[in-house]
């Protein structure tokens, strides 16, 4: 099983990444866990063209080629980050990746309640 692995933040230290280094390492033996980063995505703008930026297209189909999708998000003001939004408006612009592709949810945060509003919030976007 190949996963690919959202890292659900742009923030340089993250929990999140931390959360899913642990998991790519602690599953090994059963998947492989590709870690992709999001920070790098340009804003989301809606282009003229509809010409997809280069760094969308290919996470579009390291997606396409994946049993699954894991997305770690934390919790800003009981929502998910906007660059998490943003890397997700990308890859609903035109292209359908997540269609039909197991996702699941999960994430860290310094709260009590961790990050549970964050990913009932990211449950409505998909």
Do not use: C
Not at 38 to 50: A, G, H, R, T
Not at 67 to 94: C, F, K, Q
């Amino acid at each position: 099983m190949k996963f690919i692995g959202f890292v659900g933040t742009n923030a340089t230290r993250s929990t999140n990444r931390t959360l899913l280094q642990f998991m790519k390492k602690m599953f090994a033996n059963e998947a492989e866990i590709e870690l992709v980063e999001i920070k790098d995505l340009p804003m989301f703008n809606k282009p003229k063209s509809k010409e997809l930026p280069v760094q969308v297209t290919q996470l579009a189909e390291k997606i396409a080629a994946a049993d699954g999708v894991i997305i770690s998000t934390p919790e800003y003001d009981h929502a998910v980050p906007a660059a998490l939004i943003n890397a997700l408006n990308w890859l609903s612009y035109g292209i359908f990746p997540f269609v039909d592709k197991p996702v699941m949810i999960t994430g860290a945060s310094y709260g009590t309640l961790g990050s549970s509003r964050a990913q009932a919030h990211l449950r409505q976007i998909l």
